[in-house]
């Protein structure tokens, strides 16, 4: 099994920045590619990054695309998420999840439905 941890959530103001960590605890997770998703009060889950468990790929969902980087450190199991210029429409709880080596990973990473793993999320509220 593998756990995932997520912490750096908060409330902002409109502009600020956040950097979201993952923590991940059981098998060698330091192979698996990862990801973060959000889901806001209404919506369906939306998908936010991902990188390679290489860390040599990275992707980015539509409203991440020049205010959110991703980045991992493999040595410590930890995925990170950040966040600068924040809006209120990123109010959302921001999940992580791992996935275990899908074999069409570089064109479905966007697909929750690969992940095997998830976290409990951390609440992300932009105040505007």
């Known amino acids: 099994q593998v756990q995932l941890v997520e912490s750096g959530g908060g409330l902002v103001q409109a502009g600020g920045s956040l950097r979201l960590s993952c923590a991940a605890s059981?098998?060698?997770?330091?192979?698996?590619?990862r990801a973060w998703f959000r889901q806001a009060p209404g919506k369906e889950r939306e998908f936010v990054a991902a990188?390679?468990?290489?860390?040599?790929?990275?992707y980015y969902g539509d409203s991440a695309k020049g205010r959110f980087t991703i980045s991992r450190d493999t040595a410590k199991n930890t995925v990170y998420l950040q966040m600068t210029n924040l809006k209120p429409e990123d109010t959302a709880v921001y999940y992580c999840?791992?996935?275990?080596?899908?074999?069409?990973?570089?064109?479905?990473?966007?697909?929750?439905?690969?992940?095997?793993?998830w976290g409990q999320g951390t609440q992300v509220t932009v105040s505007s």
């Open positions: 990188v390679t468990w290489t860390g040599t790929g990275t």
């Open positions: 999840a791992a996935d275990s080596r899908d074999r069409y990973y570089t064109s479905r990473y966007s697909t929750s439905s690969i992940y095997d793993y």
């Open positions: 059981g098998r060698p997770v330091s192979v698996y590619n």
